[in-house]
């Protein structure tokens, strides 16, 4: 695959994984420009699955049909999102609304109040989330993750991992090509020891 290729992917991807990584206004604009009003990531990790997110997509997908909405909302299993305690877990784009221990019975909900009707249902997201004024943080402000610096798993919980398309468009193979096309085994060297993340 040459740069070019890479970068025609990357492009064509981008604003649709970006949705996931931005919130409020600037989430909101982005996902005008991907052909999905929203975007709603479950957790396939294994932690999740065991606690019946396969279930829980089923009734996602069932639950959009019912009411209209199969082409203007996204459904994105992603890798795990690190609270394995707290699954079935699912996020709504661009709102960042983190929804707990989500269940088939609870996702009809979210379709009919959050999605199809624009009225957040605040009961089942993560309480953390959810400040006794009534505003809603985003699952990065949580306790959990705030202190977090994520280098190798910067994107699990934010791509589907069974699609090469939205690795690339978060920068994936880029390195790989340039140390392929660009690099010598000296350079490769030099750029690992001055990262500082390997002596």
Do not use: W
Not at 21 to 42: N, P, S
Not at 87 to 112: H, L, N, W
């Amino acid at each position: 695959m040459t740069l070019e290729e890479l970068n025609k992917i990357k492009n064509e991807y981008e604003d649709l994984v970006k949705v996931r990584k931005v919130i409020k206004e600037e989430g909101e604009k982005l996902a005008a420009t991907t052909g999905y009003r929203k975007q709603v990531l479950v957790c396939g990790g294994t932690g999740c699955t065991s606690s019946g997110s396969k279930k829980v997509i089923a009734a996602l997908e069932e639950a959009l049909k019912e009411n209209g909405l199969e082409n203007e909302v996204l459904v994105v299993r992603t890798g795990c999102f690190g609270l394995c305690s707290l699954g079935p877990i699912m996020i709504v784009y661009p709102e960042g609304c983190f929804y707990a221990q989500a269940t088939p019975e609870g996702v009809k909900r979210v379709v009919k109040e959050h999605l199809k009707e624009g009225n957040i249902v605040k009961e089942l997201l993560y309480k953390e989330t959810v400040h006794d004024d009534g505003t809603i943080i985003s699952l990065s402000e949580t306790n959990f993750y705030k202190k977090q610096l994520r280098i190798a798993l910067r994107n699990c919980g934010v791509i589907d991992p069974e699609n090469i398309n939205e690795y690339i468009a978060t920068g994936g193979y880029q390195a790989l090509y340039k140390v392929l096309t660009s690099m010598t085994p000296d350079d490769v060297t030099k750029e690992v020891l001055d990262s500082g993340l390997r002596r």
